[in-house]
């Protein structure tokens, strides 16, 4: 059975779909781009800044779900200069302290609001 995941502590999607759609065990995260829940803005600053709230409101997704960062299979992660990459995998890295999941990082021509980050995931119990 399907189930909606939302949570007032991660950012509201900017489009029609939801923060994260849960099936059996599966847990489907929406690309987090870097708003601030608080304010509804996007943050300013450098990418690891960007990165650490994209993050955050993943971490707060899934902790809505029940689960954690040590329940994420796959991320995929979208950026718009692949010479970031080394500052956002820094970031990125230390929300998987051990045992990292799969994942992919592309660059994109642009991303919503122009940001310089997407990150999605999927996790399961």
């Known amino acids: ?7 007032e502590k991660a950012a509201q999607p900017v489009g029609p779909y939801n923060q994260a759609v849960k099936f059996n065990n599966m847990l489907f995260v929406s690309g987090q ?3 601030d829940p608080a304010t509804g803005e996007l943050v300013k600053g450098d990418v690891q ?3 650490r709230m994209v993050m955050d409101n993943m971490k707060a997704i899934l ?3 029940g689960m954690d960062f040590s329940h994420v299979l796959k991320c995929s992660i979208f950026i718009s200069d692949m010479n970031d990459f080394p500052k956002i995998n820094e970031v990125y890295a230390s929300y998987f302290p ?14 919503p609001k122009f940001v310089d980050v997407e990150i999605s995931c999927i996790a399961a119990l």
Do not use: Y
Request: hydrophobic share 45%.
């Open 49 to 51: 800044q960007q990165t």
């Open 33 to 35: 781009i870097p708003l």
């Open 63 to 65: 902790e809505a779900a």
């Open 98 to 111: 051990a045992d990292p999941p799969a994942r992919e990082t592309v660059q994109v021509g642009a991303l």
């Open 1 to 7: 059975m399907k189930e909606i995941i939302k949570t």
